[in-house]
């Protein structure tokens, strides 16, 4: 029998993420980093900026978690009450700190910028709260013991959250706690597969009960696929999670884009460098996005020579020579223009492998014929050209999009590896 | 005294979610739609793939609140436990329906494609639940009576779920439950103007007690303020909202880019549109970024003339004809470079309007007078050429790149309004 893995959970505080505004990015990092210690996080509670609420969920879970951690709700106005909610929580008051008071009139001056008042609420912490400093912002995080869970708070923006838990939160964890049963995880990355497909090729390996556990999640096009070993040992872990996955690489060769990093734009960078081939884009219905999904990379630049948008089919002449009669004839959407479209890019580039993208987004457009969903795209290798067509479910313009970009850049993978 | 809104929470499900693959972007969605209605979602609620937790958070849940609406984990594979949950919860077995069964297999006939056999789990539904058909995939969903709470059933993939909650599951709340008491929301979106400044600017607007309550949140230069007004009737909560929104906008009329949408590009496409401007996009560091919110916009092709990605130095003179001298002599991050790269695109496109963007996105690259963060945006309006510096934090690479597309569409928009 194995050892109770510690549990712990996230909350994420703002009425903007109960809006719908935007999600909580937040609780999915935190949970990845903890699950490094050995934490397993559990659930994540999303709560708005009513300090009664806040506080009744944070004494909840505290209760029945050993770690507690949320971001959100220690900025300067008053819609942020995570620093009331966690002193009521805990049954203290609330104290002013004078050294933080005094770091925070000192960094604003340092940037010659006046502090504002509302900037003083900053300092104010639970009595006897243990102070974590920003090194990127002004609001400063702490910890605090509720009812023996210990609650560790953290600001909203994602990368004031990422930095104070990297350099505060989790080096405390780690000395503080002991180790619980070993974890291990390994990621792959899919495109050109569809969910259920997956699910009868995987079998077995899908079962509830598995050790290790596999799960899968698709998002335009792009298969997220999970393996979670758990054992005494961090090297019994590992060589479960090992064994596993090299029978997944065999059986999924074709399509595995990538093991750690889900962006297709990075892994395809990389890929490229390491062939030493170079990408030129021709963009119609992405817009710019498959460029965007390429230049997340870093290195971007030495693989990728040059990106046109041209969204209008006088653009499609103009910049990138596409024969107007080739449009009129067979439309903006076919494969001659998408052809066009990725030899125009591949010469005035010099790149030795381009990809077009011509198709209809939607909402508006569509045609039985050409309806929405319907993208060609046009490869250019080494001066030869081909066409492939993709008919997409007419979800949404944004979703459409994403699945082009995706599969464009997949095409070019394919064709590289 | 107004009555009690009613309360709702939203239940997210999926490993992956915990995992931190991606957010849950459904609850904020769902949580839209039922407070349009009256309903207010208190809580967002995340768990993972493992039906005793999910059954036990659905149970609590529906103790506590008239409705609750989870999405996912209704899928074909084994990991898809919410049928098993909310059965349990509910205290009925699991029965399978033979139309339902009958529907996905013609479904899957005239699409030419063979069933899955694991698709036949989607036909199994709580004994007296009521389905919910899906117009656009297999998974339909269904609603349980749990202990007095209503739970409602959608399935995970964003569009999905959209359009079941569309179709199905908010004409049903309509015609089922009364209205509350009435809320009305107002949204503004703001660019150039950092989150203390506002809230110093906002005062008491910003109280907790206010009515409209008023929220703000910062996101990579994107201030969003939402104003809620609650009252007896709906005229009185839209009379509240109206007059502070006509002193909002008079105080923030500069910075105020929509009322409506948050999309930056969306907004921009309107107000080219309506002036009957024509832009070109020339990008250096943001690789495709601005383009691409540009042509979120279904009607981006009426004003959005051409985009160039030009990533490398190379490119920046051989697709814009920037003098190579000049990138020796100021470097490719400078005024001079900015201004001739806006003037490239708007001479190649033929726009009157082009900006241009070029920066050190990082995290390498980065040096004492050039550091990570620096962005120099070109601008050519009627040919007329300016530059406008930036120095964003040093945050990460996403977000410096997101906040230099921002501002580059926001100095196109300053300057045509």
Redesign the interface.
């Known amino acids: 029998m194995l050892g109770e893995v510690r549990k712990a959970a996230c909350v994420a505080i703002?009425?903007?993420?109960?809006?719908?505004?935007?999600?909580?990015?937040n609780?999915?990092?935190?949970?990845?980093a903890l699950?490094e210690l050995g934490i397993e996080?559990?659930?994540?509670?999303?709560?708005?900026?009513s300090?009664e609420?806040l506080e009744r969920?944070l004494y909840d879970l505290c209760a029945r978690y050993q770690v507690v951690v949320c971001s959100g709700g220690i900025?300067?106005?008053?819609?942020d009450?995570t620093r009331d909610a966690a002193a009521a929580a805990a049954g203290v008051p609330l104290e002013l700190d004078a050294k933080v008071l005094e770091w925070l009139r000192e960094s604003y001056a340092r940037r010659n910028r006046k502090m504002?008042?509302?900037?003083e609420r900053q300092a104010w912490f639970p009595s006897g709260a243990q102070v974590m400093p920003n090194a990127?912002g002004?609001a400063p995080g702490f910890r605090v013991w509720i009812d023996g869970g210990m609650l560790a708070v953290l600001p909203?923006?994602?990368?004031e959250m990422r930095d104070m838990l990297q350099r505060e939160l989790l080096p405390w964890l780690r000395s503080t706690c002991g180790q619980g049963p070993a974890l291990a995880t390994q990621r792959f990355y899919l495109l050109g597969l569809p969910?259920?497909?997956f699910?009868?090729r995987a079998g077995d390996w899908?079962?509830?009960g598995a050790n290790p556990l596999?799960?899968?999640?698709?998002?335009t096009g792009i298969l997220?696929v999970?393996l979670r070993g758990r054992a005494e040992s961090p090297e019994g872990a590992q060589a479960l999670v090992a064994a596993r996955a090299a029978e997944f690489r065999e059986r999924f060769a074709a399509e595995i884009y990538s093991e750690d990093d889900?962006r297709v734009g990075v892994a395809l960078v990389r890929l490229l460098a390491s062939k030493g081939r170079k990408l030129a884009?021709a963009?119609s219905c992405?817009?710019?996005?498959?460029?965007?999904l390429?230049?997340?990379a870093?290195g971007?630049?030495q693989v990728?020579?040059?990106?046109?948008?041209?969204?209008?089919n006088?653009?499609k002449s103009?910049?990138l020579g596409v024969d107007p009669a080739l449009i009129v004839r067979h439309g903006a959407v076919s494969a001659e223009v998408a052809k066009a479209m990725a030899q125009g890019a591949a010469q005035?580039?010099?790149a030795d492998v381009a990809v077009a993208i011509t198709g209809v987004?939607?909402?508006?457009g569509g045609t039985p014929e050409k309806p929405v969903g319907l993208v060609w795209f046009g490869l250019s290798v080494g001066g030869e050209l081909s066409a492939v067509e993709q008919r997409f479910?007419p979800?949404?313009?944004?979703?459409i999009?994403r699945y082009a970009a995706h599969v464009a850049l997949d095409l070019v993978r394919r064709h590289v590896r």
């Not at 996080?41 to 900026?49: A, C, I």
């Not at 900025?75 to 819609?79: E, M, V, Y």
């Not at 990728?304 to 209008?312: H, L």
């Open positions: 703002g009425d903007e993420l109960l809006a719908g505004d935007y999600p909580d990015s609780s999915g990092a935190i949970a990845q699950a996080v559990e659930r994540f509670v999303v709560v708005g900026d300090k609420n969920t900025g300067p106005t008053l819609d009450v504002a008042l509302s900037n990127v002004t909203g923006p994602p990368h969910e259920s497909n699910s009868d899908m079962a509830r596999m799960g899968v999640t698709a998002h997220k999970t889900p884009l963009e992405t817009g710019g996005l498959a460029a965007e390429l230049t997340e870093a971007a630049s990728f020579q040059a990106g046109w948008v041209t969204y209008s006088e653009a103009a910049c005035r580039s010099g987004a939607g909402p508006d479910p979800v949404d313009r944004t979703s999009r």
